[in-house]
């Protein structure tokens, strides 16, 4: 094969547009992102640290939380830094082994993040309406398989992406309108029909959303059956508000989410800057508000955090 043929199979280099439209604002949609970056990082460390020193800590809740904590981890640490170098510093060529790379990390660690929410929705179930039950349904070893399931499915199904893009031929331009490299934005810049490669993404994105969502609702549905009917008020309402900041989180995941599914399949109409934001949204948003709804609004956590710090807890 020639050299004009390879460098259209495998380019070297793609070239990241950023948001398109908003380019002279860069520099100061990256402020917002990094501060949001550095909370992530820093309350999702947080909570592995605080979690893996207090052993009362060790329980199912808290086990899930850090895997969603490492989940939120790597997803905003395979974006954000070379997200804020396109930003700040003009940096547009992604390597074309680097893009898939990144491609890979955000959609199944994606996945995996819907897997985590799935299974904190059920561990709250468990815990609210078979309480008795509880150490003996999710027991450590039922918890590791658990999130050895939510890690393989993510991983199985989405390593299909790069490896189905690596065969393409690219003969068009290198210039990847967004801020990441995501499947539809990489995939429209092959030279040859990729209608099939498109439904097997959107497919597999539709079948693992639908169904962790249809459980994460159904699972907090008889939750709520449970709380409404507890005999104290003042359970029900702490019940309420410890369940209704985790369905916020869920549903600002969700919400983006879908946006952006939809987007791909329908909204042909929608302007690519309002496409592109909402979908920075969704990898950026969940791990910054993770370790606040879930940290510092769990008093187990909050008061070890505060006593490490030699702050006295009233």
Known sequence: MGPANKSQTSPDTFLLMGIPGL???????????????????????????????????????????????????????????RMLCLFWLGARDIAFDACLAQ??????????????????????????????????????????????????????FFSPHPILLRQLPYCRTRVITHTYCEFMAVVKLACVDTGATKRYSLSVASVIGSCDGFFIAV????????????PSQEASFKALGTCGSHVCVILVFYSTAVFTFLTHRF??????????????????????????????RTKKIRDHVLSSLKVKVT
């Open 23 to 81: 380019e002279h604002l860069h520099i100061w949609i990256g402020i917002p992102f990094c501060s949001m970056y550095m909370v992530a990082v820093v309350g999702n460390v947080t909570i592995l640290a605080v979690v893996r020193a207090e052993r009362s800590l060790h329980e199912p809740m808290f086990l899930f939380l850090c895997m969603l904590s490492v989940t939120d981890l790597v997803l905003s640490t395979s974006t954000l830094p």
């Open 103 to 156: 491609m890979f990390f955000i959609h199944s660690f994606t996945a995996m993040e819907s897997g985590f929410f799935l299974a904190m929705a059920f561990d709250r179930y468990v815990a609210i309406c078979h309480p008795l039950h509880h150490t003996t349904i999710l027991t450590h070893a039922r918890i590791a398989k658990m999130g050895a399931s939510v890690v393989l499915r993510g991983v199985a």
């Open 219 to 230: 699972s907090y549905a008889l939750i709520l059956r449970a709380v409404f009917r507890l």
């Open 267 to 296: 909204g042909h109409n929608v302007a690519p800057q309002i496409h592109i934001f909402i979908a920075n949204m969704y990898l950026l948003v969940p791990p910054f508000l993770n370790p606040i709804v879930y940290g510092i």
